[in-house]
């Protein structure tokens, strides 16, 4: 067998049937190959390279960075997922895990993938409480390599923990990208999750965090540049549990050249979560008229005393706008790469890491280069 069909990306309520957005069907590459991430650590984090290891008690804090280190109880496996269960179809994948102790840490895990190549990654993250964790994570290839990288990210933050995850997709145009993401969140613990995805032809996105402790955060912000026929299909979901909980969820993104995108925001109250806050807001630039664009925000309430808001604003480019830009020299083309890269860097000014922000800018200006 070389294809697995999966249903992804699952909308928590199915409230579209008519238009068949609640969920979206793909036939992806059985994963083959292996793709060992480069891992660089700094601070009080430490990489399990021996997953089965228990070693009760004992303080991962101190230990060398490629040691053994202790993993909790936490059931990793059952913890869900933005895409949802049908990626278990992919198997085992290559499997690490970063714990995070007291203090400031930070962990770059990058993941370079050859022509060809057909790869499933899996990153457990595990933040102790108190503790502050930043991870960079990085998906490239060369501009004319094709394959499948599946990556799955999934996050403990114990009480009063701090995670940042940095995730940068610059794969070349004919790769199918699978990109997972699940958190549990304790009493006080934040979760900010920030995403670039910029390559690939097929993106399947999702992200969903289980807001669990009372004034347990989450702020997730998604930028995307859609051209040349890509498919990028996304799925957010914030669970409140606990009282006084809050998210923040931001989607903002250029489409043009045939490009497709489907954007699912779910937040959902549950029972118990009273004074919680929720917001989403989308911001989609169309540049032609051959794209399409499919936004579901969606709110579900099981408590009276919340506050949710969601919102989307879609349109093409100001005509007024583009009629100064161009009066001040600049060429048609000129100005519309102007907006589009506004988009992009408006995100890169959260990544707070130069290199990082220096990959993306020597992509897009690939990217303008060659007319893609």
Same mark, same amino acid.
């Given at each position: 067998?070389? #294809?697995?069909?999966?249903? !992804?990306? @699952? ?30 650590? +700094? ?6 390279? +021996? /997953? ?46 970063? !714990?995070? =102790? ?15 190549? $057909? ?10 409480? *108190? ?27 114990? $009480? ?6 940095? /995730? !940068? ?12 993401? *699940? ?13 670039? @995805? ?15 402790? %009372? ?13 040349? &026929? /890509? ?10 549990? *606990? ?17 497709? #995108? ?27 008229? =051959?794209?399409?664009? @499919? ?20 349109? #093409? ?19 519309? =790469? ?6 992009? %860097? *408006? ?5 707070? =890491?130069? %290199? ?8 897009? %200006?690939?990217?303008?280069?060659? &007319?893609?």
């Amino acid at each position: 067998m070389d #294809k697995i069909e999966m249903i !992804v990306n @699952q909308l928590p309520a199915p409230t579209w049937n008519r238009l068949r957005m609640n969920e979206s069907r793909v036939a992806v590459a059985v994963p083959k190959d292996e793709c060992e991430p480069r891992v660089a650590l +700094q601070g009080s984090v430490c990489l399990n390279k +021996q /997953q089965s290891a228990r070693i009760p008690g004992k303080n991962c804090c101190g230990c060398e960075q490629m040691a053994t280190c202790p993993v909790s109880g936490i059931d990793f496996p059952a913890m869900p997922t933005g895409m949802g269960e049908a990626m278990t179809q992919l198997g085992e994948g290559k499997r690490i895990h970063l !714990v995070a =102790d007291a203090g400031k840490s930070t962990a770059a895990v990058t993941l370079r993938y050859a022509d060809g190549q $057909k790869c499933y990654n899996r990153l457990e993250i595990e933040a102790k409480p *108190g503790s502050e964790l930043t991870v960079f994570m990085t998906y490239i290839s060369t501009a004319s390599a094709k394959g499948m990288a599946a990556v799955q990210t999934k996050i403990a933050a114990a $009480k009063d923990a701090k995670v940042k995850l940095v /995730q !940068v997709q610059l794969l070349g145009r004919d790769f199918v990208h699978l990109n997972d993401v *699940g958190s549990d969140l304790a009493a006080g613990a934040s979760f900010e999750a920030l995403q670039l @995805q910029l390559g690939g032809t097929q993106i399947y996105n999702g992200v969903r965090t289980e807001l669990t402790g %009372e004034g347990a955060n989450f702020d997730a912000a998604i930028a995307y540049y859609g051209r040349h &026929g /890509q498919r990028i299909d996304m799925n957010f979901v914030a669970n409140h549990h *606990g009282k006084k909980t809050t998210c923040n969820m931001t989607a903002d993104g250029v489409l043009q050249q045939g490009a497709f #995108k489907l954007y699912r925001g779910t937040i959902d109250f549950k029972n118990g979560s009273a004074g919680a806050l929720g917001d989403e807001k989308e911001t989609v630039l169309l540049l032609s008229d =051959d794209v399409v664009n @499919q936004s579901i925000p969606l709110i579900l309430c099981s408590e009276e005393d919340v506050q949710g808001n969601h919102g989307a604003s879609i349109g #093409k480019l100001d005509e007024d706008l583009l009629f100064y830009m161009m009066s001040r020299g600049f060429s048609e083309s000129d100005a519309i =790469d102007m907006m589009a890269k506004a988009k992009i %860097e *408006g995100l890169c000014r959260r990544i707070e =890491d130069e %290199e990082t922000v220096q990959l993306v800018e020597r992509y897009l %200006e690939g990217v303008i280069a060659d &007319g893609e």
